[in-house]
């Protein structure tokens, strides 16, 4: 009888050790990706990527925000499914984000490259922006940052039909996830402007 409880905590630190080593290396990876030098001839298909990738987190933003309803109606399975989907989305996500950056391509906020002909009062609202683009930005990369193990965890006590253990998880992943994918749809918004490739 006491074998079970042995197995499940054994599986538990088993599955927990995965999730914070995919998490670390993610970290890892994607502070890499600020070192790497420009690519010398960047190929046609990566101006396409931010787009891809603005079109992922809306779309995980809506699976999230379906599956919230779903789960609030006690339908499991779909709300599962959703989530399962939204993981996998999520993942893509990370994929396309990781190729994009790995051709060093910088995008400056604000840099139009129109010769300095901006005036005044242009100048002002794009001071206004940049700073709410900035805090934007901030909060969604320490959160990105913070989203992945909190999301992984979620999605295995949920798998694992560990109810009141995915639920606590549940009350920090879910919006924190829900955040940064709806910021990182306004970050590409804001910043798509200046893209120059």
């Not at 909190?150 to 549940?170: D, E, F, P, W």
Request: proline letters at 4%; aromatic letters at 12%; one cysteine or more.
């Amino acid at each position: 009888m006491n074998a079970l409880p042995e197995i499940n905590s054994g599986r538990d630190k088993l599955y927990l050790r995965l999730i914070a080593t995919v998490s670390v290396i993610v970290f890892l990876l994607v502070l890499l990706l600020s070192q790497l030098p420009k690519a010398e001839v960047v190929p046609p298909f990566v101006k396409y990527l931010p787009k891809l990738n603005a079109f992922l987190n809306g779309t995980c933003t809506l699976i999230l925000l379906i599956s919230f309803y779903f789960i609030r109606r006690k339908k499991v399975e779909i709300h599962k499914r959703l989530n399962i989907a939204a993981v996998a989305l999520s993942t893509i996500f990370l994929l396309s984000y990781v190729l994009f950056h790995s051709f060093g391509v910088e995008t400056k906020y604000g840099d139009l490259n129109h010769d300095g002909l901006v005036d005044a009062i242009e100048k002002a609202a794009a001071g206004n922006l940049r700073m709410a683009y900035f805090g934007i930005l901030i909060t969604h990369i320490i959160l990105a940052a913070i989203v992945l193990p909190l999301v992984l965890l979620s999605l295995y006590r949920g798998l694992t039909n560990q109810v009141a253990l995915h639920r606590k998880i549940v009350r920090w992943s879910f919006p924190v996830w829900l955040y940064v994918t709806i910021s990182g749809v306004i970050v590409y918004l804001m910043i798509s402007p200046y893209y120059n490739f």
